[in-house]
C-alpha cells in the first residue's frame, strides 16, 4: 500500500486532491478502490486534476470499479469523506498533456491545455460522461456542486469551457448561474454550454432565447454517450475557443499600437476612421474621441501637394495595392505638417478590402519637397504584366510582357536599420528549404549590404514573394468595367458560398457506351462533300460550322479521324481505326448538343486550332510524338459532359461534381476522369489498351495535365511563367546574337526542350486552342460570341430561377451587351496570351483576325449596340 493523497478542503467546499510525491513516478499509477473513488463535501466534487496529479486514475479504473464507487458514493453519508488510494505497479498508459503551440498571422503563441469546469449537483451518467469525454480529449476537468463553489472555482482556473447541468431546476437554476459567471470579467472569453433534458416526442421544441439572453453559448441535448460529449467538446475547442484565444492575442498586438511611435489610423472601407493611436493624437493634436467614427478630411489645398494627389493615392488603394509617399496634412491647431505616408488595404471576408491602414511620421526633409514619384510608383507591388491589367484592361495592348522594377523611395537610417534587423530574424525563423525559401534568403543576405534604396525596393519583393496568389492581377473597382468584372469573377473563382437546400444535380444522365452507338464509318466511307471540307482542314479558316452541319453535329467523329491518321495516332497506340472510330464517337456522344457552346462542336474546333499550332515549326520541334499524341487526346476530350454551366455555378448551387472535386477545378477534374472511365470501359473503344504501362501513365499524366491547365482560375499563371521561362530567354538570345550561329539556335533548342518548358509550351497551346474564337475570321468568331453569350445567359435564368448568387449579372439577355463583354475578354485574356504565342509560334494570321475583330466589337460599342451584329440601315 502507498500512501494516501493529500487533501486540502477551501472554506467554500472546493476539494483539491494531490497525490503522493510517488505517483510522480511514469511507472506509478494510483487507483481508488471500490466504493471511494470521489469524495463530495459543502455541494462541490472534484475528480483531481486528471492531467496534472494523477491522470492515470480515470483511464485506469474499470466500469465495474466506477458503478461500485458511485454505490460508495451514495452509501457514504454524514460528510465524512474517506479516500483510500493504493499505489502499484502497472503497464496502463499515463495521458502526457502538453502545451501546444498556435499561429495568428505571424505571432506564435503557446495555447495550454483546455480547462472544463462541469456544474452538476449531482452525479449522474451525463457528468460521468462530460467527465470521460474530457479526459479523452486531453481537457483538464473540474466539477462543482454549488453556484458559489462553480465561481470560486472559475475565478481560480479560468476555464476555456463551463458545463452547466440545466436538467434539474430544482436544484439550482442554470440561468442563474451563467449570470453569476458572465458577470466576472474572465468569463467574456469562456464559452458556456447548458445541457437541456430531450424533449418529448408531443412536446415543441423549446426556444433557446431564454438560454441565449441568460449567457449562454450553446445547449447540448441531453444525451450520456461518451463518444456524443467528446464530440461536441471537440467541436467547441476547434470553433469558439480557438477563435477566443485568437481574440485574446490580438490585445498584445493593440498594446504595441498604443506604444508605437509612428502614428496608425485605422479607417473602414468607406473611410471612416475606426481608430488612432496615442503618437497620432500628439502629431495631430486631437483627442481619439474626436476622430473615431468620423469620415476622413481632404487633404488642405496647397501648391505643395499635386492637385491629383487625393485620387490617385484613392485610386491606389482601392485596388488593393500599397500607397507610399508624403503629403501634407493639417494639425487641429491649424498648423500643416508633412508626413512620410504608408496606406495599406487590409482583406477581409469574402476577398474585399475591409480596412486601411495608415503609418505617418513627420517627415524631416529640410527642403520640404514632396517626393517626386509618378502614378505607377506609388502603387506598389509586382508591376508583371499579369498584375498591371487592372491598370489598362480597357485598352488593346501589343507590348510584351515585362517586369517593371519597384521605384525607389525615401526612407531613413533608423527605419533600415531596423528593416535588417527583422530580416536576420525572417532568416533564422525560416525551416524549410523550399526553392522559394532560398530565394527569399539570397535576398535576404543581399540587403545587408544594399543601399537604401535598393534594400527598400527589396522588402517589396519579399513582400509579394510571401502571398499565395502570385499570378492573380487585381481588378479595379466594379464601377470601372463591370462586363471585365463580371466576366474575369466568374471564369476565374470557383464559387462564392454554397445555399444549402439547392443542389444543381446534372450528372445523373446515363453515360452513352459503344454498344449502345452505331458502327461509325471508316475513313474512306465519308461523304464525298465532307471529304471536300475535310481537305481544307490544315488551313486556319477552315469552317467548322460547315462541317456540324454537313454531319449533322458530328464533326469531331468525322474531323478526329482525318487528323488522328495525319498525325500517325493509331500507329503510336499500337491500335486499330476501328478502335479509334469508335472512341472518337464514344466521346462526341457524351458531349451534350443541347449545349449552344460547350458541345462537340467546341471541341472540335478545339481540336481542329490544337492540330494547326502542333504543324508550326517551333512546336513541331518542341515535342516529340508522345505530346502530340496527348495534345491531341486532351483537346478531343477536354470538356467532356460539360453541363453548360460554369464551376461558380457547380459550387454555389452544392452539385454532386462540387462536393466530388471539393470546389476546385471540378470540371476540369471531371471532364479528364470521365474520359479515361468511358475508355477504358470497353475494349472496342480502349484506345491504350496495347501500350506499355510506363508509356500509358506518362500519356496519361500529360492528358490530365493539359485538360486542367484549360481551368481558368491559373490562366495568368501559366502566360507568365511561359513568358518568364520561355519567351525571354529565347528573345535574350536573339538580341544579344549578330547573326543566326549555330551556337544560338542550340542555345534556343535547350530552352524548348527541357521538360519543364515543353510542359508550359502543351499547356499554352491547349489554352490558345481553347479560347481562339476571337482570332478566328470574322462570321466564325460572331458566330462563336452569339454562343457563348447564349449560355452565359441561360445560366443566369437558371441562377435567378433557383435562388442562387448570379455570378455574372451583366450577362442578362435584357441589358447585355455583347460587344462589350467580347472587348473585356479580349483586353484582359486574350491580347497578352496571343502576343506571347504567336512571339514562339509566328501566326500572323491570327493576329491579324483577333485585330480585325476586335475593331469590329469595338465599332460595334461605339455605335452603342448591344447585339452581335448591327442595326440594318433605315
Known amino acids: 500500500m502507498g500512501c494516501a493523497p493529500s487533501i486540502h478542503v477551501s472554506q467554500s467546499g472546493v476539494i483539491y486532491c494531490r497525490d503522493s510525491d510517488e505517483s510522480n513516478s511514469p511507472h506509478q499509477t494510483t487507483t481508488i478502490s471500490q466504493g471511494t473513488a470521489a469524495a463530495t463535501l459543502h455541494g462541490l466534487f472534484i475528480k483531481t486534476d486528471a492531467a496534472e496529479t494523477i491522470p492515470s486514475v480515470i483511464t485506469y479504473q474499470s466500469r465495474h470499479s466506477r458503478n461500485n464507487s458511485h454505490r460508495g458514493r451514495r452509501e457514504n453519508s454524514g460528510g465524512h469523506v474517506r479516500i483510500e488510494a493504493e499505489t502499484q505497479t502497472s503497464h496502463a498508459s499515463v495521458k502526457q498533456v502538453s502545451a501546444t503551440e498556435e499561429c495568428v498571422g505571424p505571432m506564435r503563441l503557446t495555447k495550454e491545455p483546455i480547462q472544463v469546469l462541469l456544474v452538476f449537483a449531482k452525479e449522474d451518467s451525463q457528468s460521468d460522461a462530460f467527465w470521460w469525454a474530457c479526459d479523452r480529449a486531453g481537457f483538464r476537468c473540474n466539477i462543482a456542486r454549488t453556484p458559489e463553489s462553480a465561481v470560486e472555482c472559475f475565478l481560480d482556473k479560468h476555464h476555456e469551457i463551463i458545463v452547466i447541468d440545466g436538467r434539474h431546476s430544482r436544484y439550482f437554476e442554470p440561468e442563474a448561474v451563467c449570470r453569476m459567471i458572465r458577470a466576472t470579467k474572465p468569463s467574456e472569453s469562456t464559452v458556456i454550454l447548458a445541457v437541456v433534458p430531450q424533449k418529448l416526442p408531443d412536446q415543441e421544441e423549446p426556444s433557446v432565447l431564454p438560454l441565449l439572453c441568460a449567457g449562454f453559448s450553446r445547449r447540448f441535448v441531453e444525451n450520456s454517450s461518451v463518444s456524443a460529449c467528446y464530440n461536441e467538446l471537440i467541436q467547441i475547442e476547434h470553433g469558439e475557443v480557438r477563435c477566443q484565444f485568437k481574440l485574446r492575442a490580438c490585445n498584445s498586438v493593440f498594446t504595441a499600437l498604443e506604444y508605437c511611435q509612428e502614428a496608425v489610423e485605422i479607417t473602414s472601407e468607406d473611410h471612416i476612421i475606426q481608430y488612432v493611436n496615442p503618437a497620432f493624437e500628439r502629431m495631430m493634436g486631437y483627442h481619439r474621441g474626436e476622430l473615431i467614427g468620423k469620415e476622413l478630411t481632404e487633404l488642405p489645398k496647397s501648391d505643395k501637394n499635386r492637385a491629383d494627389l487625393l485620387d490617385t493615392i484613392n485610386t491606389c488603394i482601392k485596388k488593393g495595392k500599397e500607397w507610399q509617399g508624403i503629403y501634407f496634412a493639417r494639425k487641429k491647431s491649424g498648423d500643416s505638417i508633412q508626413q512620410q505616408v504608408k496606406i495599406l488595404p487590409v482583406i477581409g471576408q469574402g476577398g474585399k478590402i475591409r480596412h486601411f491602414v495608415a503609418i505617418k511620421r513627420a517627415h524631416t526633409d529640410n527642403n520640404n519637397q514632396v517626393l517626386k514619384m509618378n502614378k505607377e510608383d506609388r502603387c506598389s507591388g509586382d508591376h508583371s504584366q499579369s498584375e498591371c491589367h487592372s491598370l489598362r484592361h480597357r485598352d488593346r495592348r501589343k507590348d510584351s510582357i515585362d517586369a517593371r522594377s519597384v521605384g525607389s523611395r525615401g526612407s531613413d537610417a533608423p527605419s533600415l536599420q531596423n528593416r535588417r534587423y527583422s530580416s536576420v530574424a525572417r532568416i533564422h525563423s525560416m525551416t524549410i528549404e523550399a526553392p522559394i525559401t532560398k530565394v527569399i534568403n539570397i535576398i535576404n543576405t543581399a540587403q545587408e549590404s544594399s543601399p537604401v534604396t535598393v534594400a527598400e525596393a527589396l ?240 500519356l496519361r499524366q500529360a492528358i490530365i495535365d493539359m485538360v486542367l491547365a484549360t481551368e481558368m482560375t491559373r490562366h495568368f499563371e501559366h502566360v507568365s511563367k511561359f513568358v518568364n521561362s520561355i519567351n525571354k530567354p529565347m528573345a535574350a538570345i536573339e538580341e544579344t546574337s549578330t547573326s543566326s550561329t549555330n551556337s544560338d539556335c542550340e542555345g534556343q533548342s535547350n530552352i524548348r526542350n527541357s521538360p519543364e518548358n515543353r510542359l508550359l509550351i ?52 435584357n441589358t447585355c451587351s455583347v460587344p462589350k463583354s467580347q472587348i473585356s475578354f479580349i483586353d484582359y485574356f486574350i491580347t497578352d496570351m496571343f502576343d506571347a504565342w504567336d512571339a514562339f509560334a509566328s501566326l500572323p494570321n491570327l493576329m491579324e483576325h483577333l485585330s480585325e475583330n476586335y475593331k469590329y466589337w469595338k465599332n460595334l460599342d461605339d455605335m452603342k449596340c448591344k447585339s452581335l451584329r448591327p442595326p440594318p440601315p433605315s
Not at 577 to 593: D, I, K
Not at 775 to 780: D, K, Q, V
Request: glycine share 4%.
Open 762 to 813: 502543351k499547356r499554352m497551346l491547349i489554352k490558345c486552342a481553347d479560347v481562339a474564337n476571337p482570332c478566328r475570321p470574322l462570321e466564325l468568331c460572331i458566330e462563336w460570341a452569339g454562343r457563348i453569350s447564349e449560355e452565359y445567359f441561360a445560366q443566369t435564368d437558371e441562377e435567378k430561377r433557383q435562388g442562387l448568387p448570379v455570378v455574372m449579372p451583366v450577362f442578362d439577355r
Open 459 to 698: 522588402d517589396r519583393v519579399l513582400e509579394i514573394l510571401r502571398t499565395t496568389e502570385l499570378y492573380s492581377p487585381q481588378l479595379a473597382s466594379k464601377d470601372d468595367d463591370p462586363h471585365t468584372n463580371d466576366l474575369v469573377g466568374g471564369l476565374m473563382t470557383d464559387g462564392l458560398r454554397r445555399l444549402s437546400g439547392n443542389e444543381y444535380v446534372f450528372s445523373k444522365r446515363t453515360y452513352m457506351s459503344q454498344s449502345q452507338l452505331a458502327i461509325p464509318v471508316t475513313l474512306s466511307d465519308v461523304p464525298p462533300s465532307i471529304a471536300e471540307m475535310l481537305n481544307d482542314e490544315e488551313r486556319w479558316e477552315f469552317n467548322i460550322l460547315d462541317l456540324e452541319a454537313a454531319t449533322h453535329k458530328r464533326p469531331l467523329t468525322y474531323l478526329g479521324l482525318k487528323i488522328f491518321t495525319s498525325f500517325g495516332v493509331c500507329d503510336f497506340l499500337n491500335c486499330s481505326e476501328a478502335t479509334l472510330r469508335s472512341w472518337l464517337q464514344l466521346m462526341e456522344a457524351n458531349y451534350h448538343s443541347s449545349n449552344s457552346y460547350h458541345n462537340s462542336t467546341h471541341a472540335a474546333d478545339v481540336l481542329h486550332a490544337t492540330a494547326y499550332f502542333l504543324r508550326k515549326e517551333r512546336v513541331k520541334s518542341s515535342l516529340d510524338q508522345l505530346d502530340e499524341v496527348a495534345a491531341l487526346i486532351a483537346a478531343t476530350v477536354h470538356d467532356v459532359d460539360h453541363p453548360g454551366r460554369t464551376n461558380s455555378f457547380l459550387c454555389n448551387a452544392g452539385s454532386e461534381l462540387a462536393i466530388l472535386y471539393n470546389d476546385t477545378a471540378v470540371l476540369e477534374s471531371h471532364h479528364a476522369a470521365l474520359a479515361f472511365q468511358l475508355t477504358i470501359r470497353d475494349g472496342k473503344s480502349n484506345i491504350f489498351k496495347n501500350i506499355d504501362r510506363n508509356q500509358f501513365r506518362t
